[in-house]
Structures are given as structure tokens and as C-alpha cells.
């Protein structure tokens, strides 16, 4: 919920702490203004008021439930979580801490619900720019607040504040986490690499991920974030029926450019099972020394 998080949100337009009126109903900075909380629990945070991008659609995020609600990315989240809980154990973050976890571009909230679950007292800001995202972290897990705000914006979130950000799939602004991050903090990034959903590549008519993906990521993110660890790479196996295929299709950016009509009639030539990999790229980057 929102109270469990609200002393680390700050006003989008000048960054002065955030505090809940009438009930939780509305947040108001010390410079007085107002955001109100939806009645689904998400409160949008955004300086020029709404998002100008609307981000993954409800198609997209039913896609993304029933594909992640059938386990098939469990590699994907349990490695994670674990490295949530290495880069909390590198900062010292002591046991009887309440440290803050804020996933970017959380979508339905699969992976933070799983990390608030394993890491002891932890707390979730869930940041997404989509209102249909936004609704769905609300209610994900008891620990998350859920916050509508675009990540190329000034994130509403105080100085040196959470202890880890993780972003999977999903956009990173590299000067905006360092500000956010608390010392010794580390952004956990998993990134899809070269041969992920190499089978499906050419039936369905989706490209590949550009090969030195990761690499970029990591030197545009230079003049802020280090790396705290060698890039380690997932890769497995799934079992997936044309449903989880639609689904995952569905869930990615080509549902923008493939018709639900073209997805379907493309999905329904294949085999009723197939095996597809998976690959990422888990990467941990933690704050540039100061020179
Ligand atoms: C590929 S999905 C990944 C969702 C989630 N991390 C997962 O893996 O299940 C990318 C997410 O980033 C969100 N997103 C896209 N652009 C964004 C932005 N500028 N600011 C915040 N979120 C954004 C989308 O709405 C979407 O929910």
C-alpha cells in the first residue's frame, strides 16, 4: 500500500516529501500540491499532471498474467530475487531493516510480488507508466505501492532513498536510479538476449534481439552506474502449447505490429506443443565512485 512506502515518494515537480490526506485519498507535498490516489490504489505522478505515453494496453497485460501465471519464466524471477538479495547483502542492509525495493516498468507486478516474498520486511514501490499496470500493482502484493510515472521523467521519489531498483524488460533512465539509490545500492537490470524465443522467431514473424544488447546498456549507463558483477546469462528450456505462444506474443512489443487476426493464424499453424528458449542477461550495476 501506498502508507507503507510514502516516506520515500516525493512531489514530481519539486521533489518535496509526499505525505497521505484524508485517509491515504489524496498525497500532498510540503509545497502543497495534490495527487489523488485512484480508488483501484495507484496514485499517478507526474509533474505535467497525466503520462504522455500510455505504455502496455490491457490486452497486453492479460497476455502478460496468463503467460507468467503458468510458471513458464520461474528461472527468470528466481534469479531476480536472488539478485536482489546479493546486492542487499553487499550494501549490509541488516536483517531487522525494512529496505525498499522499487521495480520500473512493473508491470503486473509478477516479479516484485516474488521478491517482496523472499527478501525479509521488504517494502515495493512498483512504477509503471501504464494505468492498466498501475491497477494491477496496487493490488499485487500488501507491501507494494503503486505509482503511475513515466521513467524518462523525474522519478517521485526522494534522494537517496531505495536500497535496490530492478527492471526487467522494461526502459531504465541510469542519471534518475543513481539519484534515487541509497549508497551502496545496485539496480538489478534483466535484459532478453540474442536467441531468446529463437523458435518462434520465423513462424510468427518477430525479429531477434540485436546482438550486443547488454553491452550498450551498460555503457550508456557509464556516467552513473558500474557494474558490480559480470554479466551472468540465463538460458532454458520451455514446454509451451500455442495458447502460452499466443500469450507470449501477445505479452511483447510485436503485439503492436502483428494483428490479434495475423497472431492467431500464424499460432494455429503450429505444432499444438513446442520447445522455445528463453535467454536474459542479468546484469547488477551499482553507483559510479565519486571522482
Ligand atoms: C515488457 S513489459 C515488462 C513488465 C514486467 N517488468 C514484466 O517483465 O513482467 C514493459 C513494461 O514497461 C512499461 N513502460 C514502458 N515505458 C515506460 C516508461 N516510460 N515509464 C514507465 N514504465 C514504462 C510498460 O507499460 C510495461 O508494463
Known amino acids: 500500500m501506498l502508507a507503507d512506502v510514502i516516506e520515500v515518494l516525493a512531489d514530481p515537480i519539486d521533489g518535496t516529501a509526499l505525505h497521505g490526506e484524508d485517509n491515504f485519498r489524496r498525497l500532498v507535498s510540503e509545497s502543497g500540491h495534490s495527487y489523488d490516489v485512484a480508488r483501484q490504489g495507484y496514485v499517478t505522478l507526474s509533474a505535467g499532471g ?15 498474467e496468463a503467460f507468467l501465471s503458468r510458471g513458464h519464466f520461474a528461472p527468470f524471477v528466481e534469479a531476480v530475487t536472488e539478485a536482489v538479495g546479493v546486492a542487499l547483502d553487499e550494501a ?21 510480488s516474488h521478491t ?3 527478501v525479509l520486511n521488504s517494502r515495493g514501490v512498483g512504477i509503471d507508466i501504464s494505468i492498466p ?3 494491477r500493482l496496487a493490488t499485487c502484493h500488501s507491501q507494494v505501492g503503486a505509482v503511475a510515472a513515466d521513467v524518462w521523467s523525474r522519478l517521485p521519489l526522494k534522494d ?5 531498483i530492478t527492471v526487467v524488460f522494461a526502459p531504465r533512465n541510469p542519471a534518475e536510479f543513481a539519484r534515487v539509490l541509497k549508497p551502496g545500492g545496485q539496480v538489478i537490470v534483466l535484459s ?24 550498450r546498456m551498460i555503457s550508456q549507463a557509464a556516467d552513473y552506474l558500474v557494474p558490480a558483477a559480470p554479466v551472468e546469462y540465463i538460458e532454458f528450456q520451455m514446454e509451451l502449447d500455442q495458447s502460452s505462444i499466443a500469450s507470449q506474443i501477445g505479452m511483447s ?7 490479434p487476426e495475423v497472431l492467431a493464424a500464424r499460432v494455429a499453424k503450429l505444432p499444438p506443443s513446442m520447445t522455445v528458449t528463453a535467454r536474459a542477461a542479468i546484469s547488477r550495476l551499482a553507483l559510479k565512485p565519486q571522482d
Open 50 to 64: 497525466g503520462l504522455k505515453f500510455s505504455g502496455d494496453n490491457p490486452e497486453m497485460l492479460q497476455s502478460r
Open 92 to 112: 549490509e542492509v541488516p536483517d531487522d531493516a525494512h529496505p525498499i525495493i522499487m521495480e520500473v516498468g512493473a508491470g503486473t507486478g509478477y516479479y516484485l
Open 116 to 118: 517482496l516474498d523472499t
Open 133 to 135: 499496470a498501475a491497477k
Open 160 to 164: 537517496d532513498s531505495v536500497d535496490v
Open 192 to 215: 532478453a538476449d540474442v536467441g531468446h524465443l529463437a523458435e518462434l522467431r520465423e513462424p510468427i514473424g518477430i525479429i531477434d534481439v540485436e546482438p550486443g544488447k547488454v553491452e
Open 253 to 259: 512489443p510485436s503485439a503492436r505490429h502483428i494483428s
